[in-house]
C-alpha cells in the first residue's frame, strides 16, 4: 500500500519568497519541501517539522539548513505560506500573531 501523498502548494508570498533566494537555496527548500512534506507533513520524530504552539489552524515549519518554510494543512493539501531566512523567521511569526489578535477582535 502506497503512501497517502499531499499536494503541496505555495501562496503568492512563499512564491515571491522563493524568487528572492539565491538559486542553491531555492533548489534545496524545494528539494526538502518534496522530500518530508509531500508524504507525511505531520511531525512525527522528524526534528525538521515542528508544529508550532498557540495558532489556530495550525501552523507548522519545516527546517532546511537557515531557512524555514511556515505551512498548514488542509485536507490533502500542503499550503506553504512563506520562505523565511531563520532570522526573519520570529517577525513573521510575531506579525501572524498580531494579525490574528486583531481580526478576532473585530466587532
Known sequence: ???KRFKIL???A????LITLESEQ???IAQDIRAYLEVNPIPFGKP???KLLGFDPPLYR????????????EGDQVIILAVRQKKDSEKFLKRIQEERAAYKRRP
Open 26 to 28: 531555492a533548489l534545496q
Open 62 to 73: 519545516l527546517r532546511s539548513g537557515d531557512l524555514r518554510a511556515f505551512y498548514r494543512i
Open 10 to 12: 505555495l501562496n503568492a
Open 48 to 50: 525538521r517539522i515542528k
Open 1 to 3: 500500500m502506497q503512501a
Open 14 to 17: 512563499a512564491k515571491r519568497d
